[in-house]
């Protein structure tokens, strides 16, 4: 039989008792794939429309066939990131394991292993209340000044690589570059070691089933360098966490540090790509601020608010059957916040724009024990590599500004590619010859 709350081509409720006022998972057929949130052109029209249909909790695939439940609404969001006893991010409990769901080419396998991560970002309860403190005196230790410094450095270093050819893709340049490079200094690393890890990490998310080597390989040179900041007594991020009692092992030290540098150059690499893209694509938006009415911090908020980096969280997976509205979220379902859909939840959003002008209330940076550990440093870098890139470069996007072809990740939103063109430097002056040009004063 069929319900008639949501019954379209798109979600279809079949095979419920009338008398069952709940919704389950396996009830509905034809579920919108998650990366159609991301991938759409108008980030709001995809969870507007479910949203419309289901109300705060929306069915959706993960990869067709890959159910899972997707939470639109601002307070069922904070509700889910907030109780983490009921749901936690331990894929070992996915009723999907039992039902064997995922063939073995799916790109599912490193998100819903069988077996519980590792890392950081994916421990739950006691493990995880034991992973954080270390990670958080790291993290607040680190000198924003000498981070600004650091990224700005880094920024000069790859906008000459490229200014004088006069075109560029400031996605594959830039800001998937910047961010991890800058980490890995905040690491102590070297920049050859830096450059390694980024190999390897490209190549793990690459290779597939030769990942495993490849993260062995990664796991032995970071903590190789984790060894060798504690003999050095550094007190950069690598040197907090290697003295830190709260560990078991130089593993666990490795397996922080990474998951650190991956969490922030994933988010930065979106956040840094997508101010570009809308400074780039939207006039409006260039002309506020290059007009100066709005500060470059204003710019990156904007961001966060209307087409957020990070829309869709890792899944977490419920510990028990709980109902949400008229859904039953069946023990072992997994969960996804919809971070972009809560943002714009339309019992917490504002119907002025101006509204969210110095506003931070955003989810972007999460929410309870797993929120974001570095919301200010981020941004710093962020901050800086936005600024650099218009300071130094008079770009154009290349092509329809209104077709930029986003990245295919259900979970990240970020063009995937930015190509641009801009006038060839100008030649600099002769020594000594007065009054220097604007460009001496840039910085
Ligand atoms: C220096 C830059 C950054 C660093 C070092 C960093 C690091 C981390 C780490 C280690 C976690 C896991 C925390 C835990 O599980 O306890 C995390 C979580 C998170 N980060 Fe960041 N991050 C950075 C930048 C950003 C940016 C720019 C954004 C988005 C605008 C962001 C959004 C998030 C979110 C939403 C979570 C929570 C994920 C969840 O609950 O599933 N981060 N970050």
Known sequence: MTWPRGADERGTVTARPPSDPLIRLRDVTHRTLLVETTAASDANEVYERLRLQWGSVAPVDLEPGVPAWLVLGHDEAVGVLRDDRTFIKDPSIWHGHAENLLGPQSALHLVLPR?????????????????????????????????????????????????????????AEYAAVVPFLALSELDGLEPGQAQRLQEITRAIFESGAAARERTVELLEIVTEHIAHSRRLGTRDIA???????????????????????????????????????????????????????????????????????????????????????????????????????????????????????????????????????????????????????????????????DKVEWATSPWMRFPARLPVTFPPPVSPPAPGAWPPGPAEFAH
């Open 115 to 171: 077996a519980p991560k590792p890392t950081l970002a994916d421990a739950d309860g006691a493990k995880h209340a034991r992973m954080r403190p270390p990670v958080d005196d790291a993290l607040s230790q680190v000198d924003e000044a000498r981070a600004a410094a650091i990224t700005r450095r880094l920024c000069g270093m790859l906008i000459d690589r490229f200014e004088d050819r006069g075109r560029a893709d400031l996605v």
């Open 239 to 401: 040197g907090v966490l290697a003295v830190h009692d709260n560990f078991e092992s130089d593993l666990e030290r490795a397996q922080t540090l990474t998951a650190i540098t991956l969490a922030a150059n994933e988010a930065l690499l979106a956040w840094i790509a997508q101010t570009l893209a809308l400074v780039l694509s939207d006039p409006r938006f260039s002309n506020r601020v290059s007009g100066g009415r709005l500060h470059i911090d204003d710019a990156l908020d904007e961001v966060l608010w209307r087409s957020t980096t990070n829309p869709n969280l890792m899944p977490r997976f419920a510990t028990r059957e709980v109902v949400i509205g008229d859904k039953l979220i069946e023990r072992g379902a997994a969960v996804v916040v919809g971070v972009h859909a809560a943002n714009h939840d339309p019992l917490v959003q504002s119907a002025d724009p101006w509204d969210t002008v110095g506003n931070r209330a955003y989810l972007s940076f999460g929410a309870g024990p797993h929120r974001c550990p570095a919301p200010r440093l981020g941004r710093v870098i962020a901050r800086i590599a936005v600024a650099e890139l218009l300071q130094r470069l008079q770009v154009t996007l290349v092509g329809d500004p």
